[in-house]
């Protein structure tokens, strides 16, 4: 189950570090979770408020043949109609299809 993280606070961070030559992929937004959940599978570590989760992060070396499927944009914010459109991303569109 996730915890509510107020939408001020949701954010996405990728930090690509070329000297280690792996890349760090850190979320608490729940939709962006599920997607990257479903494309590359589980997280390398879990963060948790109250048993609750309120983000992942996921760490790959930059040879991995999955660290492509982080950088497609769709994986980070979703769908491009609704950035076309201006309508707002909304997380409870994907909210019910894990926990």
């Known amino acids: ?3 509510q993280v107020p939408r001020d606070e ?3 961070i990728i930090n690509v570090d070329y000297y280690e030559k792996k890349m760090t992929f850190y979320t608490s937004r729940k939709s962006v979770a599920q997607r990257l959940k479903r494309k590359v599978g589980e997280p390398t570590s879990v963060d948790k408020i109250n048993g609750r989760i309120s983000g992942v992060t996921y760490v790959r070396g930059l040879h991995e ?4 499927k982080f950088f497609s944009i769709s994986s980070v914010i979703g769908s491009f109609r609704k950035l076309r459109d201006n ?3 909304d997380d409870e569109e994907e909210s019910n299809e894990e926990d």
Not at 65 to 68: N, R
Request: charged share 55%; net charge negative; proline share 0%.
């Open 10 to 12: 949701q954010e996405t």
């Open 65 to 68: 043949d999955d660290v492509k």
């Open 87 to 89: 309508e707002e991303i």
């Open 1 to 3: 189950m996730w915890e």
